[in-house]
């Protein structure tokens, strides 16, 4: 007889078959996020007028991204905790279920905080319009509108208003022309007081009192040379925020006198989009001298 003893030590036993990271039910998370992350990018892409080649590449990338993220947690949690079918498939499960979450949850989140800047924009816009509709029914003191603008019995100035612009009140004793929009109550206010030759540096304690003021009251967007009423000018532009109100302004400050007065130009700017630097001698030219009778 053959004796197998050697022939059976060489046959060696198949490996036991070893278990996979994951599990199969590991498909069922995937699946979700597959249908969160494609329900989130596609509106996104139609909305940007991609073509349908450039929108699944997008959503592709997106999902390559999120499963490697997923697989590296997911892979050292499996050495971590020696190998663990089980465990692997759930840390698997739960993160791409907080994915998928976050994914269908953003556009809400989006919705929300658009739907709340718009009421707030809207509120800014009410406060003001009922601040001028305040203000216009106020007595317009001595300022009166002519053919050529807005003008002061005792100024030989003159103040062109823009389209829709109306008379307000003064408000301060210093002012002597004030207009306004009454829709957002975007206003324009003349100031001038009496100011001899003789102190040179009036105007430079001026600036830098201006400077400081604006300052401790906003922040200070801009600091720019222009003219006004033909004489050289220092233009702060200036962003106030106080409450819910948002203003810019841009204080128009002539640098000499002009006959023995000290003239302010100051533009109230409640318009979202600010105050362009690129206006303000459009802005400052409003102010011209009077033409003579």
């Given amino acids: 007889p053959v004796d197998e003893a050697p022939i059976q030590a060489l046959l060696v036993d198949a490996p036991a078959k070893k278990p996979t990271m994951l599990a199969w039910w590991g498909i069922v998370p995937t699946v979700l996020l597959i249908v969160s992350t494609a329900m989130t990018y596609w509106p996104v892409t139609r909305a940007l007028k991609e073509d349908n080649a450039t929108g699944i590449g997008h959503l592709v990338g997106a999902l390559l991204v999120q499963f490697l993220f997923v697989f590296v947690i997911t892979w050292v949690v499996h050495v971590i905790c020696k190998r663990s079918q089980l465990v692997a498939t759930i840390t698997f499960s739960i993160l791409l279920l907080l994915i998928s979450g976050v994914e269908l949850a953003l556009p809400a989140l989006v919705r929300a905080r658009d739907a709340a800047v718009a009421k707030a924009k809207q509120q800014r816009l009410a406060e003001a319009k009922e601040n001028a509709e305040r203000i216009l029914k106020t007595d317009v003191g001595p300022q009166k509108i002519t053919d050529a603008g807005l003008v002061h019995p ?140």
């Fill in 154 to 293: 005792d100024h030989r100035i003159v103040l062109t208003l823009p389209d829709g612009w109306i008379e307000v009140a003064e408000k301060q004793p210093a002012v002597i022309l004030q207009a306004g929009e009454p829709s957002i109550g975007s206003m324009i206010a003349v100031m001038a007081q009496g100011q001899s030759e003789s102190f040179p540096n009036y105007f430079r304690d001026l600036i830098a009192g201006a400077q400081e003021q604006h300052e401790a009251q906003g922040t200070v967007l801009h600091r720019l040379e222009t003219t006004l009423l033909g004489k050289r000018a220092i233009c702060f532009i200036v962003e106030v925020k106080k409450g819910g109100t948002h203003c810019v302004i841009a204080n128009i400050i002539a640098m000499e006198p002009i006959n023995g007065n000290q003239y302010v130009l100051n533009y109230y700017c409640f318009d979202e989009n600010g105050i362009d630097p690129a206006s303000i001698p459009a802005i400052a030219d409003r102010l011209q001298f009077q033409d003579a009778d």
